[in-house]
């Protein structure tokens, strides 16, 4: 993890190091003559070699300081928690929508495969892993946010303001980032009941007795909640990107936001600092997932106590 | 599984999403997709040659709906959204297939040769695949758009960055589990070089997976072009693509809705045949399954 994480920081530094534009003549604005433009360079340690930069930048962020934005001269650490609970509640009403929808939508495409709701459902499917969250975010404003007029199809209220109106304003986002992770958790868990459903074990379970309900939900269901947990994880990358895209139709204060501002306006500490977060939370999230393992599946834990 | 600590994506879990869909479609489904796709490549190659010119500006007949002179209807500034959707396809199009064919290009020799011979040329390469799994896609495509800049070419190189980590580890996936086998030994011991033995023994024998890959990549890849240029990193105006017109279709959603409707179903029903059409993928280009 540690070096995924080293390797990540030096890619991030590295590319926004040579990307074009200079942060100083976006600060001194379209009139700034070289010396001011030089005078800020040398003011943001701008000047110096590029290792030097980089060992100072890599040094103070392991001490918890991500240091200050170019723009506005506001603690990176400041506007990240400012909007660290817009994109995670965001985040979080994506897993609650995705789980609500994908697991009763893969046990029912499991058990009804053969007839018309098990292709209903793997048409849906289909089509919600293509449709690209953007556009999914748009269908949702014309139609449930301006020609039905139930749920407000643009910005967000925050939560100490109104908590009501905060969770309307999240429904939509919501819904659209969630829908295409509730298909692939549909798929993958239909596709892990049906294998599971083959197996010898399920016709030993039947045959001593146990009811189909039992076996599908003690038995198959437990084996194959192993990948729907494994794609969960996966996803929750996939997850932090669409948040980006998500807050851009929705007009949200996110993170996702923030990165984007902060990318038009080349302001380095801020995109390194996010850049490093959304990497570290998903090699955190791919770790719990690791550590998932062994609550679900009683044989992964054993084998490690052994 | 549970020893991935510290390596959050080994090659078993990006290989998964292809075992998962193995269960194969019925052909008729994987068929209507490819036709589907191939009528969409037709008509963005010969359909601009009978549409209007999509930078022609009508002034007075802006934001307008369907009619028979404007079929889908009118832009902001008054030009036909039709042609304008037909020449923009092109660009994602173009891009998607592009971006696919570089991140193969580079890709598979590379996960060919780490699988092949350990060494630092394979850590190397498997540290660097970490790195760019680590990343979210759109995050990283964010990043390398904003370093190359905008354009169809700088475009197909951002995303082909983003593309390239998933062809080596199906590419490395593949040699490791071939390299043992007889056929392999029997090569070297004829005395084939390395080299032919990779390119002309293994990779005929890992090119399945990779085919169906490709597809699942060119759909990600016009995904990734229409979002880039969603958040305005993308190609830059006049030049039309979907992901720009839906941007701007988005400030217009009241007034017609159709602007934003058109680019999003063309998206979709791309995506959807490249996806549904992916199984079928190595029953065209695997030349022993053909036979």
């Known amino acids: 993890m540690v070096p995924v994480l080293l390797g990540s920081a030096i890619l991030i530094f590295f590319l926004l190091f040579v990307l074009p534009g200079d942060p100083a003549v976006f600060i001194a604005g379209g009139r700034g003559t070289e010396a001011q433009v030089e005078l800020i360079r040398r003011s943001l340690g701008l000047d110096r070699p590029v290792p030097v930069q980089f060992v100072d930048w890599l040094w103070r962020t392991a001490h918890g300081d991500f240091g200050t934005s170019y723009i506005n001269g506001f603690s990176v650490k400041v506007l990240l928690l400012q909007r660290l609970p817009v994109t995670a509640e965001l985040a979080l009403g994506a897993i609650v929508v995705a789980t609500a929808i994908g697991l009763p939508a893969g046990l029912a495409g499991a058990l009804w495969s053969e007839g018309p709701i098990g292709r209903l459902i793997d048409l849906f499917n289909a089509v919600a892993i293509a449709v690209p969250v953007f556009w999914l975010g748009i269908l949702f404003q014309i139609y449930i946010g301006l020609q039905l007029g139930i749920l407000p199809a643009l910005g967000y209220v925050a939560f100490t303001d109104d908590p009501v109106e905060n969770l309307r304003s999240m429904v939509l986002p919501s819904l659209t980032l969630g829908l295409g992770i509730a298909a692939v958790i549909a798929r993958f868990l239909k596709a892990g009941i049906l294998e599971g459903l083959r197996q010898n074990y399920v016709v030993t379970a039947r045959a001593k007795g146990l009811s189909r309900r039992r076996v599908l939900f003690k038995h198959v269901l437990r084996n194959a909640l192993m990948s729907v947990v494994t794609v969960t994880g996966l996803q929750f990358g996939g997850l932090l990107g669409g948040a980006v895209l998500t807050e851009s139709v929705f007009n949200l204060p996110g993170l996702g936001n923030l990165m984007w501002i902060s990318i038009q306006r080349r302001d380095y500490f801020v995109i390194q600092a996010l850049t490093l977060l959304t990497v570290a939370v998903f090699l955190l999230v791919n770790l719990a997932t690791d550590l998932t393992y062994g609550f679900i599946d009683p044989r992964i834990r054993t084998q490690e106590e052994q | ?291």
């Open chain 2, 1 to 291: 599984m549970a020893s991935t600590l510290g390596a959050p994506l080994e090659d078993d879990i990006v290989v998964a999403p292809i075992i998962a869909r193995s269960r194969s479609l019925p052909p008729i489904v994987a068929l209507t997709a490819a036709c589907s796709l191939l009528a969409i490549i037709a008509l963005t190659v010969f359909g601009p040659i009978f549409a209007a010119a999509p930078d022609a500006i009508h002034v007075g007949s802006r934001l307008q709906g369907p009619s028979s002179t404007y079929w889908l209807g009118t832009d902001e500034l008054g030009r036909d959204l039709l042609s304008r959707l037909l020449y923009g396809g092109r660009v994602s199009l173009i891009v998607g297939f592009a971006s696919t064919a570089l991140a193969a290009i580079v890709g598979v020799p590379a996960g060919l040769l780490a699988g092949y011979r350990k060494g630092v040329f394979a850590s190397l390469v498997l540290r660097v695949t970490d790195v760019l799994l680590a990343f979210p896609s759109v995050l990283l495509a964010m990043l390398t758009a904003t370093f190359f800049g905008a354009g169809v070419l700088n475009l197909s190189l951002a995303i082909a960055v983003v593309n390239v980590a998933v062809f080596v580890r199906l590419a490395r996936a593949g040699t490791l589990s071939q390299k043992g086998l007889e056929y392999v030994d029997a090569a070297r011991s004829l005395g084939c070089s390395d080299l032919y033995i990779i390119f002309r023994s293994i990779l005929p024998n890992t090119v399945s997976p990779l085919t169906t890959q490709a597809a699942l990549s060119t759909a990600n890849a016009i995904v990734l072009e229409a979002g880039l240029s969603f958040l305005g990193l993308g190609v830059h105006p006049p030049t039309s693509s979907w992901g720009v017109m839906l941007q701007v279709a988005k400030s217009y959603l009241y007034q017609d809705p159709w602007y934003g409707l058109a680019p999003g179903l063309l998206l979709v029903a791309v995506v959807l045949s490249l996806n549904a059409s992916a199984d079928a993928f190595p029953l065209i280009f695997d030349w022993r399954l053909r036979a």
